[in-house]
């Protein structure tokens, strides 16, 4: 028997306005998972003005070729390509900056986020004042390895010691964002995972929703609790000289 072609979810393409979401997924070597997360991502937003930016970074499996099928079945779907891997950060910068929503929803492309928790974290920031730049999600009952629960908890005690940001669970991929907010801050690589401290030294107000975790299905975790240390100890000395060199004016009055 041949199997049917879903009928795609919207009649028309969210080309011709601006939506309010958009979506971005990093990707890197998910085949196995980024067309399911799609499909998971255009049922939770169904009904809503949305796009969603999948931005696969040089994965050498089928994932470009999976998602690029999957066009005509989910209009508000658009696909970028990094023609060299550049990591998730640079990844999630290239999804922002090609975005036409002013609210970002990020997920992680492993589907271990749960799509159906993103549309409250966006409009609750829609709905929020200006000064709320960001809704971060919090997992809990976490579906990760007990040593790497282990070295996540340690890792967000000193973050957040040394940073005073109050995020418990930044290495979180789900987080509703303003664009602008986020194209104001200082770009570097594994900047995802200081998004709460960058947006505070802006003087922005950021909150955190809990949110469900999910075991991964597909494919392999690309960190290792090494490489998570490595990086994080220039990384935590960076953001501390950032945060030693704002000025924050307070807003500024047009006279």
Not at 87 to 97: D, F, K, L, P, T
């Amino acid at each position: 028997m041949t199997e049917k072609t879903p009928a795609p979810r919207r009649k028309s393409s969210p080309a011709a306005t601006t939506p309010d979401y958009s979506i971005v997924v990093p990707v890197f070597d998910e085949g196995g998972a980024a067309p399911a997360l799609a499909r998971e991502i255009a049922d939770a937003f169904d009904g809503l003005s949305y796009e969603m930016v999948f931005v696969n970074d040089a994965s050498r499996d089928d994932t470009l070729a999976r998602l690029t099928a999957l066009k005509t079945e989910i209009p508000q779907l658009r696909v970028l390509s990094h023609r060299k891997n550049a990591g998730q950060s640079r990844s999630i910068r290239s999804g922002v900056m090609a975005a036409r929503g002013p609210i970002i929803v990020t997920l992680d492309g492993d589907g271990q986020n749960d799509p159906a928790d993103a549309p409250r974290l966006a409009q609750a920031l829609k709905a929020a004042p200006a000064e709320m730049a960001m809704i971060g999600g919090e997992r809990v009952k976490r579906q990760d390895s007990a040593a790497k629960k282990i070295a996540s908890r340690f890792g967000n005690g000193v973050r957040n010691w040394l940073l005073k940001d109050g995020a418990t669970d930044t290495g979180c991929g789900l987080k509703a964002f303003r664009r602008q907010a986020f194209l104001a801050l200082p770009y570097f690589d594994h900047i995802h995972r200081y998004l709460p401290a960058l947006m505070i030294r802006e003087g922005y107000q950021i909150a955190f929703q809990p949110v469900n975790h999910r075991h991964r299905e597909s494919g392999v975790s690309k960190y290792t609790n090494f490489g998570r240390l490595k990086a994080s100890v220039s990384d935590l000395l960076g953001v501390m000289w950032l945060q030693s060199r704002s000025r924050n004016p307070g807003g500024a009055d047009e006279v």
